[in-house]
């Protein structure tokens, strides 16, 4: 996560200036007892500051959340490729958008999963194991209602091949009935896309496959996801 992104999940209370100060203070602190580990790839350039610092979870924060009995060796963080780094903090803007709409009473947060957590096991149409990887899991809750989505956060990267065949293995995976078995429900699926353009892009290439797909995909943009999961009739 970048340092803004913590910031505005653990100082949200105060003046800029104190949350600044505030996260500034708790972030050295946290670097220094290796809890996390900063980056050096800067988000908006070194005038950023502390708020354009990305971290991972450092040694010793990789130990306090390794759970018991766990025989996973604790890492050394490493700094990603850009365009790695730029997917995971736009997937952890999404996380940021809604547990500040949680907080605003807009909508409760009930789970988040991010990869390799959210990643499902099924079998394909061959009856060969395959492993479905979305970018995260959201369960909301909205009203009198829970929503399940899983989601797929493009970055305008990808080919429309890739994204047809990222569809298909999600129409197989909704198709073997593996998600109602093992989760109690068939989540639908979130395309988050930079803009209208990119969507309608996305619309077509989809429109190539069966109409059962039009059912379990939506799309929205990055600037409108939080509105849509937490405001958008669901049905």
Do not use: N
Request: charged share 25%.
């Amino acid at each position: 996560m970048s340092g803004e992104q913590l910031q505005r999940l653990f100082w949200p209370e105060g003046s800029p200036a104190t949350r600044a100060r505030l996260a500034r203070h708790g972030l050295a602190r946290l670097g220094d007892l290796g809890v996390l580990a900063p980056l050096a790839r800067r988000v908006g350039g070194v005038r950023a500051g502390s708020r354009g610092r990305c971290f991972a979870v450092g040694m010793v924060g990789q130990r306090l959340l390794a759970k018991e009995g766990s025989t996973r060796r604790a890492r050394h963080p490493h700094t990603p490729g850009e365009r790695y780094l730029a997917h995971t903090l736009a997937v952890a803007r999404i996380y940021v958008e809604l547990v500040e709409a949680a907080r605003r009473g807009v909508a409760e947060l009930l789970t988040f999963d991010a990869e390799p957590v959210c990643w499902r096991s099924y079998l394909g149409p061959y009856g060969a194991r395959q492993i479905l990887k979305p970018d995260a899991y959201v369960k909301l809750g909205v009203g009198d209602y829970e929503f399940s989505w899983l989601v797929e956060l493009d970055m305008a990267t990808e080919a429309l091949t890739t994204i047809e065949c990222k569809a298909q293995r999600h129409l197989d995976y909704h198709r073997s009935g593996e998600a109602r078995r093992t989760h109690g429900v068939s989540p639908r699926v979130a395309w988050i896309v930079p803009d209208e353009q990119r969507a309608e892009a996305l619309r077509l290439a989809m429109s190539r496959l069966p109409a059962e797909a039009r059912r379990l995909f939506t799309l929205t943009t990055h600037a409108g996801a939080v509105t849509f999961f937490s405001e958008e009739p669901q049905v």
